[in-house]
C-alpha cells in the first residue's frame, strides 16, 4: 500500500524523508489535547506566522477542543538561501488588538531563535495577558537566542529541512511531509 511518503515528489533524488506525515499528525493530535487542557475556559488567539506555519495552524487549530480566534503576521527570514539573516522585520502585522489577551503563537520552525525571540518580546510589548510558542519543529543546535519553546512538535538534528508549509524558494510547502533537503544548489 502507499504511504503518504509517496504522494508528493516521491523519486525526487534531493529530497530525504524525515517525518512521514501520519507521524505528524500524531503529534499534533497530542499538542491540539495538551491545549485543551492547559487553556480549558480561556479564548486563546492563535498567531500563524506566514507562510511557513501555515499548514501547521490549519491542523492544529483543529485538534484543539476551544473557543479560539486566528491572526496571522509575516516577518523576513531567509529569502531564497538556507541561512537566517538576523535581521528582523515585521511585513504583515496583525490587524487587531492583543492587550489582555492569551496569545499562542504558532511557528514552524526554531533555528537561531533570532525571529522568535524578536517576535516574542514584540507581542509582549503590546499587553498581552500570556504569550507562548508553540513550534512545530526545534533546530537546537544552532540556537543562538534562547527562546522558550512552550509546546514541540519534533526536535530535529541542524539539516534544512523543506515541506508541510516549509519552502525552498517557494518550492515544497505542499508536501504533507518533512523532507531533508539534501543540496540546496541543485
Ligand atoms: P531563526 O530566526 O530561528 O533562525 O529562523 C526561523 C525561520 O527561518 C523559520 O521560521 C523558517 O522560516 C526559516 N528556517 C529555519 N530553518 C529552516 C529550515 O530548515 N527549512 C526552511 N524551509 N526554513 C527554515
Redesign the pocket.
Known amino acids: 500500500m502507499a504511504t503518504s511518503l509517496q504522494i508528493s515528489e516521491f523519486g525526487n533524488p534531493n529530497l530525504e524523508p524525515l517525518l512521514a506525515a501520519e507521524e505528524i499528525q500524531r503529534r499534533i493530535a497530542e499538542i491540539g489535547a495538551e491545549i485543551s487542557r492547559d487553556y480549558a475556559g480561556k479564548n486563546p488567539l492563535l498567531i500563524g506566522?506566514l507562510?511557513?506555519?501555515c499548514m501547521f495552524l490549519s491542523d492544529l487549530m483543529r485538534a484543539i477542543d476551544l473557543s479560539l480566534a486566528v491572526e496571522f503576521m509575516a516577518?523576513s527570514?531567509?529569502g531564497t538561501g538556507?541561512?537566517?539573516s538576523?535581521e528582523?522585520r515585521i511585513i504583515k502585522d496583525l490587524d487587531v488588538a492583543i492587550e489582555g489577551r492569551d496569545i499562542l503563537v504558532v511557528?514552524?520552525?526554531?533555528?537561531?531563535?533570532?525571529?522568535?525571540?524578536?517576535l516574542l518580546s514584540n507581542l509582549e510589548s503590546r499587553g498581552a495577558r500570556s504569550v507562548k510558542l508553540v513550534a512545530l519543529?526545534d533546530?537546537f543546535e544552532?540556537?543562538?537566542?534562547d527562546?522558550p519553546v512552550d509546546y514541540l512538535g519534533f526536535k530535529?538534528p541542524d539539516?534544512?529541512?523543506?515541506g508541510y508549509g516549509?519552502?525552498?524558494a517557494e518550492r515544497?510547502r505542499n508536501l504533507p511531509y518533512i523532507a531533508i533537503?539534501k543540496d540546496p544548489e541543485i
Open positions: 506566522v507562510k511557513g506555519a516577518i527570514s531567509y538556507t541561512r537566517t538576523g528582523v511557528e514552524d520552525i526554531v533555528d537561531t531563535g533570532l525571529t522568535l525571540s524578536y519543529l533546530k544552532r540556537r543562538l537566542r527562546v530535529i539539516h534544512f529541512v523543506v516549509l519552502d525552498f515544497y533537503l
